[in-house]
């Protein structure tokens, strides 16, 4: 299950990415050449922009890619870097499944909210946010397992 939202995310996150410049190039040269603005673009781009930053955060917290700075961490015995590990997943699925919850809370709010060129309705706009907080947090439940599996194992964590 893992692979598959691996993939479905990088290819959610490179589509919502091409469509990004696809949408800008169009949207500069219909302006430039033709002298005809696309008016629909704007809104196009932000709702591709917002899938992209919730999907490409998914996708960077499935391969683990997220920036973490291990000054401090990297001064602790190999047993103090695996509590701070599981620490730090315990921290991001509380935090990731309420910011999930509430931006489905919002989602449901503004399901009568709808956009002003494309008539699309925030619900579907705003579920980006339900959408990759909960991917988000089976990735920390699947790094949570594979950690404390290593420590079982005695293996080097966090790697």
């Known amino acids: 299950m893992f692979r598959f939202l691996n993939k479905f995310s990088d290819i959610l996150a490179c589509l919502m990415a091409g469509?990004?410049?696809?949408?800008t190039v169009?949207?500069?040269l219909m302006r430039w050449l033709l002298?005809?603005?696309l008016i629909w673009g704007e809104e196009a781009l932000i709702i591709c922009y917002?899938?992209?930053i919730m999907i490409g955060a998914a996708?960077?917290?499935?391969?683990?890619m997220h920036v973490s700075i291990d000054a401090f961490t990297s001064m602790l015995p190999e047993s103090g870097?695996?509590?701070c590990a599981i620490i730090t997943h315990l921290i991001a699925i509380v935090s990731l499944s309420t910011f999930g919850y509430l931006g489905y809370e919002l989602s449901l709010i503004a399901v009568d909210k709808i956009t002003p060129i494309l008539g699309v309705s925030y619900l579907y706009i705003d579920f980006a946010v339900p959408t990759g907080a909960g991917i988000m947090v089976m990735?920390?439940?699947q790094h949570l397992w594979q950690d404390i599996q290593k420590l079982k194992r005695?293996?080097?964590?966090?790697?």
Do not use: Y
Request: glycine content about 6%; charged content about 10%.
């Open 19 to 23: 469509g990004i410049v696809l949408i």
């Open 26 to 28: 169009v949207a500069v």
């Open 35 to 37: 002298n005809a603005p």
């Open 50 to 52: 917002i899938w992209l």
């Open 59 to 64: 996708s960077a917290m499935g391969h683990r």
């Open 81 to 83: 870097r695996l509590v």
């Open 139 to 141: 990735f920390c439940l």
């Open 154 to 159: 005695r293996e080097v964590v966090c790697q």
